[in-house]
């Protein structure tokens, strides 16, 4: 199937089909011409799967060459950028050659960041191989790496040439890694989808119904994500409706250790929490705070974070991207498949961070 990031000034497909991974190469052809390519990869990623793409994108007429760094989100900062600049120099890419994206997040948002600052921007196409990508991070042109001080502190707005979404590559995750997933997948059903919420709901929560289900809750969550794209590229209003959870979520992933707490898993505990307190202070409806913790603990999720600690949750908070002067645009749910934006000043985000 295909979906349609109709943006006017750069519109794409989604590609989603099983078994797509390995025609690769003729998905390519049909988006650039013959040029060199290099994919850009984690150690991980490419023991499964850079061969059989690199082959693919061979066999279609361009020459590739792999770049790959060690996995883990705490390998997303800009020494690990420096080398990939490094590597491109080395193989001699022009403003005319391009990127492709081979991974999960962490591989997607350091690729395309690599790829719109390298020579002022060359293209690139996200080909992302868990969940959390699939459903999320791959579209809509977020690109950033972490600092020590927030994560994706840095980062473009960089809209990729296509997405090629292959949903077996999802069997090969660990399962922590797929369940990651569920977290953004949630989310979506909260915020936008009420089918979604649906199906979810009479899922079992097994590894093997997730991936019984994993091109429908990919589609599903791709829907929303385009809508709110198209209108809203560039974050400014009903795009932010997607940073449910991911407030404190960001905050836990900061104050953990990048790496230590999984991004799903941070916004499973992130939008549990604010829920709970959205909703003592009467801004989502009661009860739903039960049924959003039910269905994260139903696929796996964690719902609570052990080492909380307020006073750093809070400094981490305030270098939040969604922070505009003094005031955070937090998200809510004021009923199950919408959500809104509430205003809160810097002070006030400290009682959403009380336990």
């Not at 007429?61 to 590597?87: M, P, S």
């Not at 960001?250 to 307190?277: F, L, P």
């Amino acid at each position: 199937m295909k979906i349609r990031i109709d943006l006017p000034h750069h519109p794409y497909d989604i590609q989603i089909e099983k078994g797509c991974l390995s025609q690769a190469g003729k998905w390519l052809r049909e988006l650039w011409q013959p040029q060199k390519i290099v994919i850009i990869t984690d150690n991980h990623v490419a023991s499964l799967y850079a061969e059989k793409v690199k082959l693919s994108l061979e066999d279609a007429g361009f020459q590739v060459a792999v770049f790959d760094f060690l996995e883990g989100e705490e390998r997303k900062n800009l020494t690990t950028v420096q080398k990939a600049y490094e590597f491109l120099v080395k193989q001699d890419l022009t403003r005319s050659d391009g990127i492709v994206a081979l991974g999960g997040g962490v591989v997607g948002d350091l690729a395309g960041f690599v790829a719109s600052t390298y020579m002022r921007g060359i293209h690139f196409v996200q080909i992302p191989t868990s969940l959390t990508a699939q459903v999320d991070s791959s579209i809509g042109g977020k690109t950033g790496v972490n600092t020590p001080f927030a994560k994706n502190m840095v980062g473009t707005f960089a809209q990729p040439d296509g997405v090629l979404i292959d949903p077996t590559v999802l069997e090969t995750l660990g399962k922590r890694e797929l369940i990651e997933g569920m977290g953004e997948v949630i989310k979506y059903g909260l915020i936008e989808d009420p089918e979604l919420w649906d199906l979810l709901s009479e899922m079992d929560g097994s590894l093997e119904s997730i991936l019984e289900h994993s091109e429908s809750l990919i589609d599903h969550s791709c829907q929303v994500k385009r809508k709110m794209v198209v209108e809203d590229e560039l974050d400014n209003g009903i795009r932010l409706y997607l940073n449910f959870g991911h407030t404190i979520g960001h905050a836990i992933e900061a104050t953990a250790g990048y790496g230590k707490i999984m991004h799903g898993e941070a916004v499973a505990m992130g939008m549990v929490q604010v829920s709970k307190v959205a909703e003592e202070k009467g801004l989502m409806p009661a009860g739903i705070t039960q049924s959003i913790r039910e269905m994260c603990q139903k696929f796996g999720l964690p719902v609570d974070y052990e080492n909380w600690d307020l006073d750093k949750l809070y400094q981490a908070l305030t270098h939040d991207k969604k922070a505009r002067g003094n005031t955070m645009k937090l998200v809510l749910v004021p009923e199950l498949g919408s959500a809104m934006i509430h205003p809160v000043s810097l002070e006030e985000m400290k009682a959403y961070l009380v336990k």
